[in-house]
């Protein structure tokens, strides 16, 4: 009879029934994912390019936008590379938790720096409730300041990805929006007309002076 190795005793004689199973996650495949960047960096053809992979997969999809952009579509998400996918507008985040199906797996949640702060509870329950929440959105203002609720959404997240985009200056990677028309109010709605992608070397919060029109 070979002697045992007493260390390895406790492993080899817990019987498997006994040992501690792992209990199963209460939401399985829940989960949080946030697109971020300036303006022109790809966050909504990264969000309808998840979208798309989801259908393929055959689930149950629902996207969501904000009722304040209708820059493109009123009913649809649209990437300034104007590929699409329909998608409900909404006033509030209460109003986009009402309109969620049973049965919807994966949320898509486009423009999501245009929500109420309420939009951070409602992806954490929608999650805990087992689905797959992505959202894409704007992580800073035109002043560079982070763009709530984006820094919130972002911490609770399971998975961020920043997405950059290519500064109209210099050609390099911009993470920031310059506003390069006058207006002072943090929400300007628009596209190329009102924004350019730009480094934070090029970027000049500054040139925008508050009050001008
Ligand atoms: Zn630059």
């Given at each position: 009879?070979?002697?045992?190795?007493?260390?390895?005793d406790?492993?080899l004689?817990t019987?498997?029934s006994?040992?501690p199973?792992?209990t199963?996650?209460h939401?399985?495949?829940?989960?949080i994912?946030?697109?971020?960047?300036s303006?022109?960096s790809?966050?909504?053809?990264?969000?309808?390019?998840?979208?798309?992979?989801?259908?393929?997969?055959r689930q149950?999809v629902?996207a969501?936008?904000?009722r304040?952009?209708d820059?493109y579509?009123?009913?649809?998400?649209?990437?300034?590379?104007?590929i699409?996918?329909?998608?409900v507008p909404?006033a509030t985040s209460?109003?986009?938790?009402?309109?969620?199906?049973d049965g919807t797996?994966?949320i898509a949640?486009d423009?999501?720096?245009?929500?109420?702060?309420g939009?951070?509870?409602?992806?954490?329950?929608?999650?805990?409730q087992?689905?797959?929440?992505i959202?894409a959105?704007?992580?800073?203002d035109?002043?560079?300041?982070?763009?709530?609720?984006m820094p919130?959404?972002?911490?609770?997240?399971?998975?961020v990805?920043?997405?950059?985009?290519v500064c109209?200056?210099?050609?390099?990677s911009?993470?920031?929006?310059?506003?390069?028309?006058?207006?002072?109010s943090?929400?300007l709605?628009?596209?190329?007309?009102c924004y350019?992608?730009?480094c934070r070397?090029c970027?000049?919060?500054?040139?925008?002076?508050?009050?001008?029109?």
């Amino acid at each position: 009879m070979n002697p045992r190795d007493p260390a390895l005793d406790g492993e080899l004689d817990t019987p498997r029934s006994a040992r501690p199973v792992p209990t199963q996650a209460h939401s399985p495949g829940g989960r949080i994912e946030v697109v971020c960047g300036s303006m022109f960096s790809g966050k909504t053809e990264e969000l309808i390019r998840r979208v798309k992979r989801a259908l393929y997969g055959r689930q149950k999809v629902q996207a969501f936008k904000p009722r304040i952009d209708d820059r493109y579509d009123a009913t649809r998400i649209v990437s300034h590379g104007s590929i699409a996918i329909e998608a409900v507008p909404v006033a509030t985040s209460e109003s986009l938790l009402r309109r969620v199906e049973d049965g919807t797996q994966v949320i898509a949640i486009d423009e999501a720096q245009f929500f109420d702060r309420g939009i951070v509870e409602v992806c954490d329950e929608l999650a805990n409730q087992g689905r797959r929440v992505i959202l894409a959105g704007l992580d800073q203002d035109y002043l560079g300041r982070p763009f709530p609720p984006m820094p919130d959404l972002m911490a609770i997240a399971e998975e961020v990805t920043k997405v950059r985009a290519v500064c109209t200056v210099c050609g390099g990677s911009a993470s920031h929006s310059q506003r390069i028309i006058q207006q002072a109010s943090t929400v300007l709605v628009g596209g190329s007309e009102c924004y350019e992608a730009r480094c934070r070397g090029c970027f000049r919060p500054r040139d925008v002076r508050p009050g001008e029109a």
